[in-house]
């Protein structure tokens, strides 16, 4: 082993002989890495930092403090070290360069001059050279040369710190030897791999996470490098490296900033990847020479300790994304001679989870891990975790899974997961081994009690297999592990001793848990629910959670703790004094909520095997459980959880009800008392922000579920005036919700005694407006939404207003700008067209079909000339929809270059005739309901006017009268 004070050398593993070849054996069994981009000596990096177009340069650093430093006794000129190296004078003179080399390590042994870095960089790029031409005799004097840099840098000229060109040309010089630094990494020579490997730590080790950081956040390092070794402008680099200097107050902080820099800017940390990569290789194909295996293990080492620190910077982390590491790293931890909870085992970990989490470089580890062997090894890791039982190595248990749940997020990997039944499978035996005894060799010698880390596993467990509830191949795999025994397990209520003696705050919050997951995979285990009884599970725990505790129970109570599920609960403060104004909370409204959602999508199951699911809920009297909770009234300052409460029980009430009548029969008159309240909701409160408005769409969906359609509620909500509160409610409600009132309005408008209470109703206002007013006004305000090109103001065709013959009418006046501006796509027949789905998006239709249950004549009869206007084009409605689906076919036909036979096409000339004759007739109606209205506006003006003048007239003759001396 190498000592980190470098008195002691490791054994020679190679004959530093000129004449003498490179063994083979004892040498890294992997390609050179060296580096193919020219070299600049350090003369011309001098002379490019003082040509004219560095002026202006002083700018990049600012005046320094006072500082002392010792100064450095009979410096070496590397210059003429690297002149002697490369003229061709003294080219071949070897001893007399290892004389030089051997005088420079020594006169620089505590550490290398800042304002060097330049020169040395040449030097050893030039000796690397050499060693890769098989000069073997310039392994020793290399390996001299390097190790001093693991001292830090000396200052022999505070000045060219505090000056612009000085400043430039050790950054560059820097970035230059660090690079060169990472090509020896990769040397196919051990010895010199080890030293640069030593090095390197040295290096890392004395700068901090601080250090890495600030390299990103002080400015683009990557530019800035690009500039500097590229560009001959002055301009240019005083541009691209402005203000990316650090102001530090000590000039040794100055060189460790420019070092993080030189460290992070350029190659150096993707040289440093592949190389630990490469060390990984040569262990396992050579794994029969303990010697060399064990030096490529202290060299994999340091790398990785290394690496564990530059990756503190985000521009570092990236390049090691980029350089393929990610299933090394894995492998490395599957290895079964790898102690995955030492030092090494976190670092991996640790590098990974960086990996994975990082928004800049997400999509290059999915592509990294989506791979079948990563899966593997994923899950290798995994199951040696599971056998420890130390606290370090359930963390890194918890680690590893939470890197699973990350890469979850992507479908290859999902699917990769479930393949085999490896990962996915795994996970799912350990969480359930921890309640439930298991036989299965994986998980038989997996340890749990209640411990922090087991704790926090058990949740992130969970996490991760929601994200595969609506995974076909995952459901098969759910089937063979008991996970609803379970989940059944920690849905008890008060319970006295929690399963693995979890204290009561944990055992809540695993509840809450639990109830999420039950949520996510109850579409694909309807028989194991079944199995388990779940049914009555669940609804003994909603009785217990909406029950009303005394005050001294409710406060004591710990409610849903600090639970992600929990959240929004507890919005007012539980006091001793009653307040009807506030909510009453009993500390158990989370788990309410989480049990009403799971019936909901219980209910909401279509299935074969659910019928016999919702009749047992019928039969266990949740509809009156339901109908008892939401007749309490709402208290005026509700907060979010109680208002969400209720609208999961609407929900839950008009999935229960919906296309049954004998289940509405049993909502009953008791029902709908309950109901009509939730639709007088004020619209003050629709935009408070707490769930009011979809609440009231719940309370519109249940009187639509659980009202029409029964004759017993039908009757008991027309004694209530319920279809007043309804017409009320959609002359006020806002525009999103008049679709679904207007739905529900026309399907009470079918039945005689509805129908009569539409025509009964009258509005707000002066004079109070009539349902056929009110449709006319809807019908308006629609068409003013959709910006329809050929109506004015949202009801009169535009041709109606122009001489009659004057131009060409447009076929199809109820295009709205959406359609009017959409190009033609071919599309399958069972695909709808725009003008079907206009029917579904817009209450156009359901106008057209209120008008028509009411009678278009009794509604001409209702209408002012103005509103009559309007109707004549509802009347219509039909016929000018069907006559825009056939020009959609023509289009789409016609897009597609089909040619209709001769029959087809009669058919289609016809429809259009019938398009055009509809059109006109719209148009000469309204224009003769013009006509009469400007004739009555006319007559009522002249009528004015002959009032005016019969005033006139009367009051000349009284002051006729009055100036004859009669009055």
Same mark, same amino acid.
């Given at each position: 082993?190498?000592?980190?004070?470098?008195?002691?050398?490791?054994?020679?593993?190679?004959?530093?002989?000129?004449?003498?070849?490179?063994?083979?054996?004892?040498?890294?069994?992997?390609?050179?890495?060296?580096?193919?981009?020219?070299?600049?000596?350090?003369?011309?990096?001098?002379?490019?930092?003082?040509?004219?177009?560095?002026?202006?340069?002083?700018?990049?650093?600012?005046?320094?403090?006072?500082?002392? /430093?010792?100064?450095?006794?009979?410096? @070496?000129?590397? &210059?003429?070290?690297?002149?002697? $190296? %490369? +003229?061709? *004078?003294? !080219?071949?003179?070897?001893?007399?360069?290892?004389?030089?080399?051997?005088?420079?390590?020594?006169?620089?042994?505590?550490?290398?001059?800042?304002?060097?870095?330049?020169?040395?960089?040449?030097?050893?790029?030039?000796?690397?050279?050499?060693?890769?031409?098989?000069?073997?005799?310039?392994?020793?004097?290399?390996?001299?040369?390097?190790?001093?840099?693991?001292?830090?840098?000396?200052?022999?000229?505070?000045?060219?710190?505090?000056?612009?060109?000085?400043?430039?040309?050790?950054?560059?010089?820097?970035?230059?030897?660090?690079?060169?630094?990472?090509?020896?990494?990769?040397?196919?020579?051990? /010895?010199?791999?080890?030293?640069?490997? @030593?090095?390197? &730590?040295?290096?890392?080790?004395? $700068? %901090? +996470?601080? *250090?890495? !950081?600030?390299?990103?956040?002080?400015?683009?390092?990557?530019?800035?490098?690009?500039?500097?070794?590229?560009?001959?402008?002055?301009?240019?680099?005083?541009?691209?490296?402005?203000?990316?200097?650090?102001?530090?107050?000590?000039?040794?902080?100055?060189?460790?900033?420019?070092?993080?820099?030189?460290?992070?800017?350029?190659?150096?940390?993707?040289?440093?990847?592949?190389?630990?990569?490469?060390?990984?290789?040569?262990?396992?194909?050579?794994?029969?020479?303990?010697?060399?295996?064990?030096?490529?293990?202290?060299?994999?080492?340091?790398?990785?300790?290394?690496?564990?620190?530059?990756?503190?910077?985000?521009?570092?982390?990236?390049?090691?994304?980029?350089?393929?590491?990610?299933?090394? $790293?894995?492998?490395?931890?599957?290895?079964?001679?790898?102690?995955?909870?030492?030092?090494?085992?976190?670092?991996?970990?640790?590098?990974?989870?960086?990996?994975?989490?990082?928004?800049?470089?997400?999509?290059?580890?999915?592509?990294?891990?989506?791979?079948?062997?990563?899966?593997?090894?994923?899950?290798?890791?995994?199951?040696?975790?599971?056998?420890?039982?130390?606290?370090?190595?359930?963390?890194?248990?918890?680690?590893?899974?939470?890197?699973?749940?990350?890469?979850?997020?992507?479908?290859?990997?999902?699917?990769?997961?479930?393949?085999?039944?490896?990962?996915?499978?795994?996970?799912?035996?350990?969480?359930?081994?921890?309640?439930?005894?298991?036989?299965?060799?994986?998980?038989?010698?997996?340890?749990?009690?209640?411990?922090?880390?087991?704790?926090?596993?058990?949740?992130?467990?969970?996490?991760?297999?929601?994200?595969?509830?609506?995974?076909?191949?995952?459901?098969?795999?759910?089937?063979?592990?008991?996970?609803?025994?379970?989940?059944?397990?920690?849905?008890?209520?008060?319970?006295?001793?929690?399963?693995?003696?979890?204290?009561?705050?944990?055992?809540?919050?695993?509840?809450?848990?639990?109830?999420?997951?039950?949520?996510?995979?109850?579409?694909?285990?309807?028989?194991?629910?079944?199995?388990?009884?779940?049914?009555?599970?669940?609804?003994?725990?909603?009785?217990?959670?909406?029950?009303?505790?005394?005050?001294?129970?409710?406060?004591?109570?710990?409610?849903?703790?600090?639970?992600?599920?929990?959240?929004?609960?507890?919005?007012?403060?539980?006091?001793?004094?009653?307040?009807?104004?506030?909510?009453?909370?009993?500390?158990?409204?989370?788990?309410?909520?989480?049990?009403?959602?799971?019936?909901?999508?219980?209910?909401?199951?279509?299935?074969?095997?659910?019928?016999?699911?919702?009749?047992?809920?019928?039969?266990?009297?949740?509809?009156?459980?339901?109908?008892?909770?939401?007749?309490?009234?709402?208290?005026?300052?509700?907060?979010?959880?109680?208002?969400?409460?209720?609208?999961?029980?609407?929900?839950?009430?008009?999935?229960?009800?919906?296309?049954?009548?004998?289940?509405?029969?049993?909502?009953?008159?008791?029902?709908?008392?309950?109901?009509?309240?939730?639709?007088?909701?004020?619209?003050?409160?629709?935009?408070?922000?707490?769930?009011?408005?979809?609440?009231?769409?719940?309370?519109?969906?249940?009187?639509?579920?659980?009202?029409?359609?029964?004759?017993?509620?039908?009757?008991?909500?027309?004694?209530?005036?319920?279809?007043?509160?309804?017409?009320?409610?959609?002359?006020?409600?806002?525009?999103?919700?008049?679709?679904?009132?207007?739905?529900?309005?026309?399907?009470?408008?079918?039945?005689?005694?509805?129908?009569?209470?539409?025509?009964?109703?009258?509005?707000?206002?002066?004079?109070?407006?009539?349902?056929?007013?009110?449709?006319?006004?809807?019908?308006?305000?629609?068409?003013?939404?959709?910006?329809?090109?050929?109506?004015?103001?949202?009801?009169?065709?535009?041709?109606?207003?122009?001489?009659?013959?004057?131009?060409?009418?447009?076929?199809?006046?109820?295009?709205?700008?959406?359609?009017?501006?959409?190009?033609?796509?071919?599309?399958?027949?069972?695909?709808?067209?725009?003008?079907?789905?206009?029917?579904?998006?817009?209450?156009?239709?359901?106008?057209?079909?209120?008008?028509?249950?009411?009678?278009?004549?009794?509604?001409?009869?209702?209408?002012?000339?103005?509103?009559?206007?309007?109707?004549?084009?509802?009347?219509?409605?039909?016929?000018?929809?069907?006559?825009?689906?056939?020009?959609?076919?023509?289009?789409?036909?016609?897009?597609?270059?089909?040619?209709?036979?001769?029959?087809?096409?009669?058919?289609?000339?016809?429809?259009?005739?019938?398009?055009?004759?509809?059109?006109?007739?719209?148009?000469?109606?309204?224009?003769?309901?013009?006509?009469?209205?400007?004739?009555?506006?006319?007559?009522?003006?002249?009528?004015?006017?002959?009032?005016?003048?019969?005033?006139?007239?009367?009051?000349?003759?009284?002051?006729?009268?009055?100036?004859?001396?009669?009055?």
């Amino acid at each position: 082993q190498h000592s980190d004070d470098g008195d002691q050398r490791p054994e020679k593993l190679i004959e530093t002989k000129s004449n003498s070849p490179i063994n083979i054996n004892t040498s890294y069994e992997m390609a050179s890495a060296t580096s193919t981009r020219p070299q600049t000596s350090a003369a011309q990096t001098a002379s490019f930092a003082k040509s004219a177009s560095f002026r202006g340069t002083e700018a990049l650093s600012q005046t320094l403090p006072a500082h002392n /430093t010792t100064p450095i006794a009979s410096p @070496i000129d590397l &210059e003429k070290v690297l002149k002697l $190296l %490369t +003229s061709k *004078h003294s !080219v071949d003179l070897l001893e007399r360069h290892q004389h030089a080399l051997q005088k420079v390590a020594k006169r620089n042994r505590e550490g290398y001059i800042l304002e060097d870095t330049a020169s040395l960089a040449a030097i050893l790029q030039h000796l690397n050279d050499r060693i890769s031409n098989e000069q073997v005799g310039y392994v020793d004097a290399l390996v001299a040369c390097i190790s001093p840099l693991k001292h830090p840098f000396k200052l022999g000229d505070e000045a060219s710190l505090s000056a612009g060109r000085g400043a430039v040309v050790i950054q560059s010089g820097i970035m230059s030897l660090m690079d060169t630094l990472a090509e020896l990494l990769n040397s196919p020579v051990l /010895t010199l791999a080890s030293e640069a490997a @030593i090095v390197c &730590e040295g290096i890392v080790n004395q $700068l %901090t +996470s601080r *250090h890495l !950081v600030a390299a990103d956040v002080q400015g683009d390092t990557v530019a800035m490098t690009a500039s500097l070794r590229s560009s001959t402008d002055g301009r240019r680099i005083l541009k691209a490296a402005s203000g990316q200097l650090l102001n530090q107050q000590t000039p040794q902080a100055r060189v460790h900033a420019m070092v993080a820099r030189g460290l992070v800017g350029g190659d150096f940390v993707p040289q440093l990847a592949v190389a630990w990569r490469s060390a990984c290789d040569v262990m396992e194909t050579t794994s029969d020479n303990k010697v060399l295996n064990a030096q490529t293990a202290a060299v994999k080492s340091r790398l990785l300790s290394t690496l564990a620190v530059v990756t503190s910077s985000k521009t570092a982390l990236q390049a090691v994304a980029h350089a393929d590491i990610f299933g090394t $790293l894995l492998a490395e931890l599957a290895s079964p001679a790898f102690d995955v909870t030492g030092y090494e085992g976190n670092l991996v970990v640790d590098l990974l989870f960086l990996l994975a989490i990082d928004d800049g470089v997400e999509g290059e580890t999915q592509r990294q891990a989506c791979s079948k062997q990563v899966i593997v090894d994923l899950a290798v890791v995994l199951r040696k975790l599971l056998l420890t039982t130390s606290t370090v190595g359930r963390q890194l248990r918890n680690d590893v899974l939470m890197l699973g749940t990350i890469l979850a997020n992507d479908d290859q990997i999902r699917a990769l997961m479930v393949e085999h039944h490896s990962y996915y499978e795994l996970v799912l035996r350990a969480l359930a081994s921890g309640d439930i005894a298991s036989r299965h060799p994986d998980v038989v010698k997996a340890h749990w009690i209640a411990t922090p880390e087991d704790f926090d596993f058990f949740k992130t467990a969970c996490t991760y297999v929601c994200k595969f509830a609506t995974n076909q191949a995952a459901q098969a795999v759910t089937k063979t592990v008991p996970i609803m025994e379970l989940l059944k397990l920690y849905l008890q209520q008060d319970v006295a001793k929690p399963p693995r003696n979890w204290n009561l705050q944990q055992y809540e919050e695993l509840q809450l848990l639990c109830l999420s997951v039950l949520n996510s995979l109850l579409p694909s285990s309807l028989e194991a629910y079944h199995a388990s009884r779940m049914n009555s599970q669940l609804l003994a725990l909603l009785t217990w959670a909406l029950q009303h505790p005394d005050n001294e129970t409710a406060i004591n109570h710990t409610g849903g703790v600090n639970s992600f599920h929990a959240t929004g609960d507890f919005s007012h403060s539980r006091a001793l004094t009653v307040d009807d104004s506030i909510p009453e909370n009993n500390g158990r409204r989370s788990q309410a909520r989480l049990v009403l959602r799971c019936l909901l999508t219980l209910i909401e199951l279509r299935q074969p095997q659910a019928v016999e699911l919702h009749q047992d809920v019928l039969d266990q009297d949740l509809l009156s459980q339901l109908v008892d909770y939401l007749d309490d009234p709402l208290p005026t300052r509700a907060d979010r959880v109680c208002v969400e409460l209720r609208t999961l029980a609407l929900e839950l009430c008009s999935a229960l009800c919906q296309s049954q009548v004998h289940v509405q029969e049993l909502f009953g008159t008791a029902g709908v008392d309950m109901l009509v309240p939730y639709l007088k909701t004020p619209s003050s409160v629709l935009q408070a922000g707490l769930g009011h408005h979809a609440l009231l769409i719940s309370a519109i969906d249940a009187t639509w579920s659980c009202i029409v359609g029964c004759r017993l509620t039908e009757v008991h909500f027309y004694g209530k005036e319920g279809v007043f509160v309804l017409l009320d409610l959609l002359e006020r409600c806002p525009v999103e919700l008049r679709n679904l009132v207007l739905g529900c309005v026309a399907d009470i408008a079918e039945t005689d005694t509805g129908l009569q209470h539409v025509l009964q109703w009258q509005g707000q206002g002066h004079p109070r407006p009539n349902i056929a007013t009110m449709l006319c006004h809807l019908w308006r305000d629609t068409c003013t939404d959709l910006q329809c090109p050929a109506l004015v103001k949202g009801g009169l065709l535009s041709s109606a207003l122009e001489p009659q013959g004057d131009g060409g009418a447009t076929p199809f006046p109820l295009h709205s700008q959406a359609q009017a501006e959409a190009e033609v796509v071919p599309a399958p027949g069972t695909t709808p067209g725009l003008a079907v789905m206009e029917v579904l998006r817009n209450e156009r239709a359901k106008i057209y079909g209120l008008c028509g249950l009411i009678g278009f004549d009794k509604c001409r009869d209702m209408l002012s000339n103005t509103d009559q206007i309007v109707l004549v084009l509802i009347e219509q409605y039909l016929n000018l929809k069907a006559g825009e689906v056939w020009a959609e076919v023509v289009d789409e036909l016609d897009a597609e270059g089909i040619v209709p036979v001769d029959y087809d096409d009669e058919l289609i000339i016809m429809t259009t005739q019938i398009n055009s004759t509809k059109v006109s007739a719209v148009i000469e109606e309204q224009r003769a309901l013009l006509d009469t209205q400007n004739i009555a506006a006319r007559t009522e003006e002249e009528l004015e006017f002959m009032k005016i003048t019969e005033s006139l007239q009367a009051r000349a003759q009284l002051e006729s009268l009055s100036q004859a001396g009669y009055l």
